[in-house]
């Protein structure tokens, strides 16, 4: 059936929205750690969620979300992410 974009979107906003509350130190220690969680979305599917971070070399870190539903998706999965300054703003 494929990757149901609505959900996977959803839930990678969803996570990006956890980390949006948290400030820079929390976010460059990301970059040594990946995190990885299944997840159940609301049309009874099961996702994997991809959570990790990736400096840029000028201070900022970009912290990424990928989400697939372990079929071919998972080979390009829905990609979101939001990138932080030093001084704990996000640029567009």
């Known amino acids: 059936m494929g990757l149901d974009k609505e959900t996977a979107a959803r839930l990678a906003e969803a996570r990006l929205a956890e980390w949006r509350h948290v400030g820079y130190?929390?976010?460059r220690a990301m970059l040594d750690d990946k995190d990885?969680?299944?997840v159940v979305g609301d049309d009874g599917e099961r996702y994997t969620v991809v959570?990790?971070?990736?400096?840029?070399?000028?201070?900022?870190?970009r912290l990424s979300v990928t989400v697939d539903d372990g079929g071919?998706?998972?080979l390009v999965p829905?990609?979101?992410?939001?990138?932080?300054?030093?001084?704990d703003t996000f640029d567009t």
């Open 72 to 74: 071919l998706s998972a």
């Open 78 to 87: 829905l990609v979101r992410d939001e990138i932080m300054s030093p001084d």
């Open 51 to 61: 959570c990790y971070a990736v400096d840029d070399g000028e201070g900022r870190i």
């Open 25 to 27: 130190d929390e976010w």
């Open 36 to 38: 990885v969680r299944l």
